[in-house]
């Protein structure tokens, strides 16, 4: 078991930035892929972000891609998500993830999930 609890959030203007949080316990963090999806009113969730549990890999949405980086702390059990350039349409409830590999963690298969954290960026 794996247990993660995501922070970070709030409301921002359009164009400032957030950075996210995610704290894990439970397991080897190292051994995880870890990633963020997000959830806006009305939608599916959808994949943001992932990176690879050494750190070396990562990979984006097209939505998000130049304006949030994904990076992590092994020594610390954290996964952040720095969002800069934020639009409205960012808006959304933010979830961490863990998973085995980055395929699987990306499709949503098997993962552990945090309780999320609401982002919500005003025009």
């Known amino acids: 078991q794996v247990q993660l609890v995501d922070s970070g959030g709030g409301l921002v203007q359009a164009g400032g930035s957030l950075r996210l949080s995610c704290a894990a316990s439970?397991?080897?963090?190292?051994?995880?892929?870890m990633g963020w999806f997000r959830q806006a009113p009305g939608k599916e969730r959808e994949f943001v972000a992932v990176?690879?549990?050494?750190?070396?890999?990562?990979y984006y949405a097209d939505s998000v891609k130049g304006r949030f980086t994904i990076s992590r702390d092994n020594a610390k059990n954290t996964v952040y998500l720095q969002m800069n350039s934020l639009k409205p349409e960012d808006t959304a409830v933010y979830y961490c993830?863990?998973?085995?590999?980055?395929?699987?963690?990306?499709?949503?298969?098997?993962?552990?999930w945090g309780q999320g954290t609401q982002v919500t960026v005003s025009s």
């Open positions: 993830a863990a998973g085995a590999v980055i395929s699987t963690l990306r499709a949503g298969i098997n993962n552990y």
């Open positions: 439970g397991r080897t963090f190292s051994n995880y892929a």
């Open positions: 990176i690879s549990g050494s750190g070396s890999s990562t």
